[in-house]
C-alpha cells in the first residue's frame, strides 16, 4: 500500500524524523509547518493520510481539524493527531474533538508508520 502523508509540524527535527521514516516505508511524505499551509498543501496534493500536530503556529491542530473537516475535498482524509499531549484524558480529549487516531509523542520509530498505515486503511 502506497500512501500519500501530510506531515503538520512545526518542529524541524520531528517534521524532518516523520518525513524520513514515510519514505523509508515506501510512501510520499509531504510536509507543513503550519496550519495555514497544511491547508494549501492538502488542497493541492489530496493526501489519503493527515498527521498533525497539536500545538502549530498560527492555528492549533483542534482548528486546524475543523477546517478539513468543513472542507469537502478533505473532510474524507483521516486525520491524526501526533502530539506530547498524554496526561490521562488527553487521548479521549482529542477523539472526542473528531481526531481520527491519536499518537503520542516521542514517536517510536519501529511502530509509528505501521500505526499510521492501520489508521489509514480503516478510512
Do not use: N, W
Amino acid at each position: 500500500m502506497h500512501l500519500r502523508v501530510l506531515v503538520v509540524e512545526d518542529d524541524p527535527d520531528s517534521l524532518e524524523l516523520m518525513i524520513y521514516l514515510f519514505r523509508a516505508f515506501g510512501h510520499e511524505a509531504l510536509g507543513a509547518a503550519s496550519g495555514d499551509t497544511a491547508l494549501g498543501v492538502a488542497a493541492a496534493a489530496t493526501p489519503d493520510l493527515i498527521l498533525c500536530d497539536l500545538r502549530l503556529p498560527g492555528m492549533d491542530g483542534f482548528e486546524l481539524l475543523s477546517r478539513f473537516k468543513a472542507d469537502p475535498g478533505t473532510r474524507s482524509i483521516p486525520v491524526v493527531a501526533v502530539t506530547a499531549y498524554a496526561m490521562p484524558g488527553d487521548r479521549e480529549r482529542v477523539m472526542g474533538a473528531g481526531f481520527d487516531g491519536y499518537v503520542s509523542k516521542p514517536i517510536d520509530p519501529q511502530s509509528f508508520v505501521r500505526e499510521a498505515e492501520a489508521l489509514s486503511a480503516r478510512r
